[in-house]
């Protein structure tokens, strides 16, 4: 009996550790609702100084837009800041949780996105290098955030490029009154693709269910002249990739990353 009583105490206790974000260098509260206050923690580099310009990285974890697991990027957050960006990992509300809609994760990820960009001289970074990086349903969130129309802060919830990780899109697969509306185009970023829209790397294995949805993408890229990498990866599905600075994928997923960015750094 007394082994069965640890046992029921330990494992929630993992469990909400686990959901910690423990390797921020800071936090902010970036927005303000009814349901709680919604912060944005940031990665520095270890020589970071007020007097350089960085370039910078906003991750938007997954979990159908239902689940809230904050922590999942935090490893490639700290492995970016730990390499010259300053990073940042941004929280949302969830269906789970607050029992919101896709609009509504729309709407904080555009504020996340844009408490990043407005404070680009805090931050010490360098606001034509903001990348938004997503996994899953986060990667809906950034390819919306690349090219969505945003009524409310314009150009400061725009990316400067996008990297999709097993990216999403909920318009192909769940229902107008989930989402929060019955207008799916506006909130659908592969139907609007256009001559501006930014440079995306996107992964995904071929085994994966969201498979044609980031070749629609891809495909939508090219069709517009838009820059765009498409990485696919053999006999993976989703989630494959794992979260462990040691996996092999891990590392790759996080070199290709470097590469993109660098070669887009350096055009004119």
């Not at 390819?143 to 990780?165: C, E, Q, R, V, Y």
Request: charged letters at 25%.
């Amino acid at each position: 009996m007394k082994k069965l009583i640890i046992c029921l105490f330990i494992i929630p206790l993992v469990a909400f550790s686990q959901r910690a974000v423990t390797k921020a260098t800071d936090h902010f509260t970036y927005k303000e609702t009814v349901d709680r206050n919604l912060k944005i923690y940031s990665f520095k580099p270890p020589t970071w100084k007020k007097t350089k310009q960085y370039p910078s990285i906003v991750f938007y974890f997954g979990g159908a837009l239902i689940k809230r697991n904050l922590n999942q990027l935090e490893n490639i957050a700290q492995e970016f800041s730990e390499n010259g960006y300053v990073a940042f990992l941004a929280d949302y509300r969830v269906k789970s949780r607050e029992n919101v809609t896709a609009l509504d994760c729309i709407s904080d990820a555009r504020d996340a996105f844009a408490f990043v960009r407005k404070n680009a001289d805090r931050f010490a970074l360098d606001d034509s290098k903001i990348t938004a990086f997503g996994y899953s349903s986060g990667g809906y969130l950034a390819s919306a955030l690349g090219t969505l129309d945003d009524p409310i802060h314009g150009a400061n919830s725009k990316p400067n490029s996008m990297i999709l990780l097993a990216m999403g899109n909920p318009t192909k697969y769940r229902t107008p009154r989930w989402l929060g509306t019955s207008d799916l185009s506006p909130i659908s970023p592969v139907d609007n693709i256009n001559k501006e829209t930014p440079a995306a790397l996107i992964f995904i294995g071929d085994k994966d269910y969201l498979l044609q949805i980031a070749k629609n993408f891809h495909k939508k890229m090219l069709e517009n002249n838009r820059p765009a990498e498409f990485v696919l990866f053999e006999g993976k599905g989703h989630g494959f990739w794992m979260q462990n600075k040691k996996d092999a994928y891990f590392k790759e997923i996080f070199t290709k990353s470097i590469d993109f960015l660098n070669a887009l750094n350096k055009q004119p």
